[in-house]
């Protein structure tokens, strides 16, 4: 008997036959338009290994380059990775440092590839609080990629989802008491035109690395309908078999919207 694993990105081999990888299964008319990653565990798999934290950031890139290419490789229109958070600048200022250093680094290195997939790239968060040379990079790389087509590579950074719905309550009400809108108008729509995402369309499918079961401020309105998933495997571990597998269980769901399977099956 032959059981060879390969690398989770290739085949396995079981028993001499080549066994399918889940990418093979997906229906590729049933794919979820917008996947937001909550990409955590860096610090964990960098102490299992007796390492300091920022080695699990440093070795964190791969994961990232595996989701965006599955994403790319099935055609998934919009992905959102949560990248900082606006309370990850409470962390430890070396951390911080590393990761915005690591950040510039790796655009830098991936901005052709990015363009050369025709991504377009667009980041959403309070970028005014970044380093400079971080947000001229973004901005910059962002209008490179403005007319591609392949698909949207969203990057949250400094991102919270209570300051950016705060934010579009701010907004609303100056519109309101400039008279410029009228308070009957503020709907579910004008809320969401007011929000970074407003461009994209709400959240399919959300997937968490790490074992963590929460959403840590993120997307909370995007996600109202969004199925969840939660990964035990710590994201610099994370492959491209992983993220298909997550397609695979997403395209098993019943997605109701409060109606009944009944209403459903009768369409
Ligand atoms: C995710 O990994 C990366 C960021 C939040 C920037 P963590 O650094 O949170 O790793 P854990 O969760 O502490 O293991
Ligand atoms: C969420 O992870 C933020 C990012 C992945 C960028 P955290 O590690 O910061 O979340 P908590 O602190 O465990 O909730
Ligand atoms: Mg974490």
């Not at 085949?11 to 909550?38: E, F, T």
């Not at 490789?73 to 990248?83: A, F, K, V």
């Not at 052709?112 to 971080?134: A, Q, S, T």
């Not at 495997?233 to 409060?258: A, M």
Request: hydrophobic share 40%; aromatic share 8%.
């Amino acid at each position: 008997m032959v059981f060879l694993t390969l690398s989770a990105d290739n085949l396995a081999i079981v028993n001499n036959k080549p066994m399918q990888s889940a990418k093979d299964q997906i229906a590729l008319d049933k794919l979820p338009k917008h996947v937001a990653v909550i990409m955590d565990g860096n610090g964990r798999w960098a102490k299992s290994r007796g390492e300091e934290r920022t080695f699990g950031h440093k070795n964190a890139i791969d994961a990232v380059r595996n989701a965006i290419n599955a994403c790319n490789e099935i055609g998934i229109p919009y992905l959102t990775l949560y990248t900082f958070s606006s309370e990850n600048w409470n962390r430890p200022n070396d951390e911080v440092s590393t990761l915005m250093n690591l950040l510039s680094k790796t655009l830098l290195l991936e901005a052709e590839e990015i363009h050369n997939k025709g991504l377009k790239l667009h980041v959403i968060g309070d970028i005014n609080l970044l380093p400079d040379l971080v947000r001229d990079q973004l901005l910059s790389l962002a209008d490179i990629t403005k007319d591609n087509k392949n698909g949207n590579l969203i990057l949250a950074l400094s991102y919270g989802s209570q300051k950016e719905m705060l934010k579009a309550v701010k907004e609303i009400s100056q519109e309101v008491k400039d008279g410029k809108l009228d308070i009957d108008d503020i709907t579910e729509e004008c809320f969401e035109n007011h929000l970074y995402t407003k461009n994209f369309p709400p959240v399919d499918l959300l997937i968490r690395t790490s074992g963590e079961v929460r959403i840590s401020n993120f997307l909370l309105w995007q996600i109202a309908y969004a199925e969840l998933q939660f990964l035990d495997v710590l994201w610099p571990d994370f492959t491209k078999e992983h993220f298909f597998q997550c397609i695979l269980d997403y395209q098993l769901k019943e997605r109701r919207y409060g109606k009944t399977s009944e209403q459903l099956d009768s369409k």
